[in-house]
Structure formats: structure tokens, C-alpha cells
């Protein structure tokens, strides 16, 4: 039997306003938004057959950071993670996931919900996901040094519990780590995290990848600077060639949020690339045709003889 990755986006809400936001231009919710989501997914989980799932992922949005100040979608947010512990400790499942873009200098609501897990024992079972990029994400110094700060901290206070940065190949990441203004040695020791490497897309807000190439410069990789990279990085054992693009580690079954604010069921089938409201993902190079996807496996077909 196959297990799943279950995952729910709580709310599409972040106040980064990162150009490159799959969700960039989506509706946010309200507080009524939020309490009514919060209260669905725990029914959704005390019914869920567990026979059939093996993780829980909670994504947005930004789930914290200003997001969670409302009494009553804090006591609905504390709930939910009240109801994760319970099934963990009744074996119901073996991990659960949660995303924050570490942006917020105030985490004491973060650091709340770290404390009644870390209380529980259970606080290496859950794994906060995080991102990183080169450029885009940290439009500004003072941001990535908020970053830093959270991830020390959390690594400091909150040793136990699992982190996962997800960094994106884009044409200026690719280019730093090829002239060594990337550091992956310092970056790794520092962090001490699970790292992977994901694939690009336009989200919802640009007609096609070559509109949102206008916007967001660099963002798109050039195949001939990503496969260099992706050599010289097998090379220099900077990661493993699964790292990158692997669609296993990824969610099998989301529910989205529509428009309206309801769920979507979304089972994704393989490297997928048909998003919840029938539009096809945009992604991969900027100057060809050709699928990342289908590179990799020529590679990792290659290794593998």
C-alpha cells in the first residue's frame, strides 16, 4: 500500500509580496475565513482513514507572521497542533509539516505553538519548512538577516525539531553558486537542514513564463547554466542528483483554497503540471522547450547505468 502526504493550505495571507508568489494576486481571508478553515481541517482530520496517510503538512500563505494574532484564530491554530500531537502519540501517523517563511522579527505566537509540542516530546516529528533564494525573496538586507536570525534561533532554542529549506534554482542562484558567491559549505554548517531544490513555476498571476520573465528577471534558469550547475554541484557533492525537482517528497493529496475561500481537492499524479483551477504550470527554462524533469532523469539514468 502507497502512503500519502496530506496536505491543507490554512490561508493564501503573506505580507512579503514577493513578485515571484505562486499565490501573488489570489484573495486572501478574513479572520472568519480562518477560523471557519481552521475548525474543517481538524474535522477533516478526527474522519481522515489513516490507513492511507503517513504525513500531515499544514502550507500557506504565511502561517504565522502577523497571521495568528486574533484570539480566536490563535486558540483554533493552537487546537489543530493539539490535535497533531494526539494523533502521533496514537500512532495515527509518523510526521507532520508546517511552513513559515521566518520574515517576522515577532514569533512569539510560533514559538507558543513550539512550546506545547516541545512539551509533548514529540517536537522531532514535526519539520518546519522554510525557503531560501538568492534575490528575490530578500529584497532587502535587513530581511535576510531576519532569516538568519529565526533559523539560529529556532536551531538554538528548538533543537530537536526537523527544518527544511527549500531553495530555488533560479538563473542568479545557479550563477552564485558557479562563481562561489554562494557558499554551500558555510550555508549547510550553519543551518544544520534538510535541503532540496524545487522546480520553478508562474503560479496564478502571469499569463506564461516569458511574462513573468519581464517582471521577475533571473528568475527562470537558462538550461545550459542549470545543467553546468547541476554538474558541478554532483561534482563537488553540494547535493545528491534526488535532490533536485524530486516529486516524491511532495505532497500526493492538497486541499487548495479557491477563490471563494473552500476547498479544492488536489491529487497530483507524477511531475504534474495541471494546477487545481485547470490552468497548466508554466515552468522550467527560459530558453527552451525542453523539461527540467526530463534532463534529470537522463542524468540520474546515466549514474545509474
Known amino acids: 500500500m502507497s502512503l500519502n502526504n496530506i496536505q491543507f493550505e490554512l490561508w493564501k495571507n ?8 505562486f499565490n501573488k494576486g489570489l484573495p486572501c481571508s478574513s479572520e472568519e475565513d480562518k477560523i471557519r478553515i481552521l475548525k474543517e481541517v481538524r474535522y477533516k482530520l478526527v474522519r481522515l482513514n489513516y490507513d492511507y496517510y503517513d504525513k500531515i503538512g499544514f502550507i500557506g500563505g504565511e502561517l504565522f507572521g502577523n497571521q495568528i494574532e486574533d484570539e480566536e484564530v490563535f486558540r483554533e491554530f493552537f487546537k489543530l497542533f493539539e490535535l497533531c500531537i494526539y494523533l502521533l502519540q496514537d500512532k495515527k501517523i509518523n510526521q507532520i509539516n508546517f511552513t513559515s517563511n521566518l520574515l517576522a522579527e515577532d514569533n512569539s505566537k510560533m514559538y507558543q505553538i513550539l512550546d506545547m509540542i516541545k512539551l509533548s516530546g ?9 525557503s531560501y533564494d538568492s534575490k528575490y525573496r530578500f529584497n532587502t538586507e535587513e530581511k535576510e538577516r531576519i532569516w538568519h536570525y529565526n533559523m539560529l534561533y529556532i536551531k538554538q532554542n528548538y533543537s530537536d525539531l526537523q527544518t527544511h529549506v527549500e531553495i530555488l534554482p533560479t538563473q542568479d542562484f545557479c550563477e552564485k553558486c558557479l562563481s562561489g558567491e554562494f557558499n554551500y559549505e558555510w550555508f549547510k554548517e550553519t543551518y544544520d537542514s534538510a535541503i532540496d531544490y524545487s522546480d520553478l513555476n508562474s503560479g496564478f498571476y502571469y499569463k506564461d513564463k516569458f511574462e513573468m520573465e519581464e517582471h ?15 554538474k558541478t554541484g554532483l561534482e563537488n557533492n553540494w547535493f545528491r542528483i534526488e535532490d533536485i525537482c524530486n516529486y516524491n517528497i511532495f505532497f500526493n493529496e492538497l486541499y487548495m483554497l479557491d477563490n471563494t475561500n473552500h476547498f479544492i481537492q488536489y491529487i497530483r499524479h507524477g511531475h504534474d503540471k495541471q494546477l487545481p483551477y485547470g490552468r497548466i504550470n508554466q515552468s522550467d527554462y527560459i530558453d527552451s522547450d525542453i523539461l527540467m524533469y526530463d534532463d534529470l532523469q537522463r542524468i540520474k539514468d546515466t549514474m545509474h547505468g
Request: some cysteine.
Open 14 to 21: 503573506c505580507t512579503n509580496g514577493c513578485n515571484f508568489c
Open 122 to 130: 514529540l517536537l522531532n516529528r514535526f519539520e518546519l519548512c522554510t
Open 216 to 230: 521577475v528577471s533571473g528568475f527562470f534558469p537558462k538550461r545550459a547554466t542549470f545543467l553546468k550547475w547541476v
